[in-house]
């Protein structure tokens, strides 16, 4: 099956911008999808596909992507995007298999 | 209203047998995939397996194949995981997921996890 790489942490002042990053093969091919997770709470979709926002997530994230490696940004963070986030995708496989990415911890200072 | 509603905490001992449950409410259930991803304490996300309620249709990772069984009862629109053996290192947080139909294959509704605790 296939790895999506996160770096472990990240950091970003209260209204700046911080981007993060999700590294493997199926991405070549396959958009990448982003969650965020609170402590205690079931994970919540933020970004799918392009750049797809559900319903009730701001317009702060966007997604981006290029060659093996997707991106989520927030521009203008606030203290409650102070999260741990994970990418998705498809296996490089191509079939049903999903894979999530290792997850990344914003800290909001 | 979307909903994914999973059972209750369980806590058991090595060697017993579990099923746990995600039921489905306020869409057509048999239309989307349901898939199962365990979070292991301090841990992040891993995708275990999925299934199509429509037709039973399941996948599972290399992981987790022969380890658990996902099966379905499309007539209460409820999706299961079930162990036979159960080991000390199954303790983790269970969620189960609907698949989006879109090509990038988001899982836009979750349920709000089973805690499983085992013994040794």
């Known amino acids: 099956s296939s790895e999506l790489t996160q770096d472990p942490a990240v950091s970003v002042a209260l209204g700046q911008t911080v981007r993060i990053t999700c590294q493997g093969d199926?991405?070549?091919?396959?958009?990448a999808s982003w969650y965020h997770q609170k402590p205690g709470q079931a994970p919540v979709l933020v970004i799918y596909?392009?750049?797809n926002r559900p319903s009730g997530i701001p317009d702060r994230f966007s997604a981006s992507n290029s060659g093996n490696t997707a991106s989520l940004t927030i521009t203008g963070a606030q203290a409650e995007d102070e999260a741990d986030y994970y990418c998705s995708s498809r296996d490089k496989s191509g079939n049903h298999l999903d894979v999530f990415g290792t997850g990344t911890k914003v800290t909001v200072l | 209203e979307v909903q994914l509603v999973q059972s209750g905490a369980e806590l058991k001992e090595a060697g017993q047998s579990l099923k746990i449950s995600c039921q489905g409410f306020g869409y057509s259930f048999t239309s989307y995939w349901i898939a199962w991803v365990r979070q292991m304490p301090g841990k992040g996300l891993e995708w275990m397996g999925i299934i199509y309620p429509g037709d039973s249709d399941t996948i599972y990772s290399p992981s987790f194949q022969g380890q658990v069984t996902i099966s379905t009862d499309k007539s209460i629109n409820t999706a299961y995981l079930q162990w036979s053996s159960l080991e000390a290192s199954d303790t983790a947080m269970y969620y189960c997921a609907r698949r989006y139909n879109s090509v990038s294959r988001p899982f836009d509704y979750w349920g709000q996890g089973t805690l499983v605790t085992v013994s040794s």
């Open positions: 596909g392009q750049d």
């Open positions: 199926s991405l070549r091919n396959y958009y």
